[in-house]
């Protein structure tokens, strides 16, 4: 063999140089197109895509909640005053339910009370009226009105807070604002007065203001204060001020609650009663379910831990001591009638949503400086793109809109068409041709496609470049 090819390069020494420059140029023009870091400027190897395919996408922050009451209420009264308690911890009451009863003796005085308190808002109110009528008259006359209120005749029937106001009104339209202010709240502890006459002369009683449940019973400095939970329940979940920044009120939230119970050795006697009772009653045997919501309230300031849903909370799902944590509020949207309060459960609050979009690493993302070739003053402006092949296999750099960007993820609608291959950020000329790879993978369809190819194609493609 190798004396054969001695004799062929003694015999044809032009012939055998033409080959073997012929064959250093190929190996050369396959090196050059195929290497990776290839400096050939109108051929790309192509060994990373995604195709596009605009589809509905959104960004969600998804966190542990639990099931606490809408609003707690709490009715204090008179501890000597009254002659029983007739509700327990723990016990499921109606609105307008009897909490306790006043004592019969003590009723009179009760009545007496709050009838002298509406008298002296009446005698306040009608006071208030004759100093607004005194301005008015002022702010009618043809004179100049004076800087200060001429209302020296009536301020000794004002009460004092009213009187400093007044000193302190630089207008006569100032003052007549103060007064108004001050008849409509006159107007409304009257209003309170009255309902609490109406509810003595009725039922002689401290009734539940909502359907719910008595959740504390305190004695406390001659008052005892009944806490009722009410029965309507939303979820309170705790968020990091990154993710409370990106949430928002009327957020939409998809939520589940967990079937099964959850009581600590750290939660408070009260809640414990409040549980028992509720499960009693409930008789909670439903499966895991679904439900939506909306976020009704988001707070500002960081969470109290030693606030009792914040301490339920922190017990199943202990949050960073040296983090500040935010309450956010949930509504669903159905009512909540099989979870006890402080059942543990999971929101996904979605932040952002989009529709006839793509998604790609954010790190594909190629952003140009563009000018106004028409306006040579105007200031240049930055412009997103992605690099993506045409249907004639060329590369090219599209604009596009960015809806968000979720967890390294960047979510953009354009006007490319579903199938186009998507590329990375690697910097390439626009109109370039492109050429895969053989795929390193056990997918079929990628397979399937590269079958298609001949040894001659590759050979063929690698010679001409295109």
Not at 16 to 37: H, R
Not at 222 to 229: N, R
Not at 277 to 282: D, E, F, P, S, W
């Amino acid at each position: 063999m190798m004396s054969r090819l001695r004799t062929f390069i003694q015999d044809k020494p032009w012939q055998f140089a033409s080959i073997t420059i012929g064959f250093i140029l190929v190996a050369a023009s396959i090196y050059a197109t195929f290497e990776k870091n290839s400096a050939v400027t109108r051929t790309y190897f192509v060994d990373e895509f995604k195709r596009a395919n605009a589809s509905e996408y959104d960004a969600r922050i998804e966190r542990p909640a639990i099931v606490t009451p809408t609003t707690t209420e709490l009715v204090t009264a008179k501890a000597d005053e009254l002659q029983s308690i007739e509700v327990q911890l723990g016990d499921v009451v109606t609105s307008s339910q009897e909490l306790a009863i006043y004592q019969g003796s003590e009723v009179d005085d009760v009545r007496a009370r709050l009838e002298k308190e509406r008298s002296a808002y009446q005698r306040e109110l009608s006071d208030l009226q004759s100093a607004l009528a005194t301005i008015e008259r002022d702010l009618r006359s043809s004179r100049k009105p004076e800087s200060s209120i001429k209302t020296q005749q009536k301020e000794k029937d004002l009460n004092v807070n009213v009187q400093l106001d007044l000193a302190q009104s630089e207008s006569p339209a100032t003052a007549k604002a103060i007064i108004e202010g001050n008849i409509a709240q006159a107007n409304r502890q009257i209003s309170i007065v009255d309902a609490q006459i109406n509810e003595l002369q009725a039922r002689q009683s401290v009734s539940s203001p909502v359907d719910g449940v008595v959740a504390d019973i305190t004695e406390s400095g001659g008052y005892v204060t009944f806490t009722i939970f009410s029965d309507e329940r939303n979820l309170r979940t705790y968020v990091t001020e990154k993710d409370w920044r990106q949430i928002e009120s009327n957020d939409f939230v998809e939520l589940a609650i967990k079937n099964n119970e959850v009581e600590e050795e750290n939660q408070s006697e009260a809640l414990r009663a409040a549980l028992d009772k509720h499960r009693k009653k409930m008789e909670i045997e439903a499966p895991d379910h679904l439900l939506t919501g909306v976020v009704a309230q988001k707070l500002l300031l960081p969470a109290d831990f030693t606030n009792l849903w914040t301490a339920n909370f922190n017990v199943l799902h202990p949050m960073k001591k040296k983090e500040a944590y935010y309450e956010i509020a949930i509504t669903p949207d159905q009512t909540i009638e099989e979870a006890p309060f402080a059942a543990d459960g999971n929101v996904a609050i979605v932040t952002d949503e989009a529709t006839d979009a793509n998604r790609v690493p954010s790190d594909w993302i190629v952003e140009t400086i563009e000018r106004d070739e028409e306006d040579e003053f105007a200031e240049p402006y930055a412009v997103d793109n992605i690099y993506y092949i045409d249907y004639d296999g060329k590369v090219r750099l599209e604009p596009i809109d960015i809806a968000f960007e979720h967890k390294n993820k960047t979510v953009f609608t354009s006007l490319i068409d579903d199938g186009a291959p998507l590329l990375n950020s690697a910097t390439r000329e626009p109109l370039a041709r492109t050429f895969r790879t053989m795929p390193m993978t056990l997918e079929k369809k990628q397979w399937r496609a590269f079958k298609k190819l001949k040894w001659k194609d590759y050979v063929i493609y690698a010679v001409s470049g295109h």
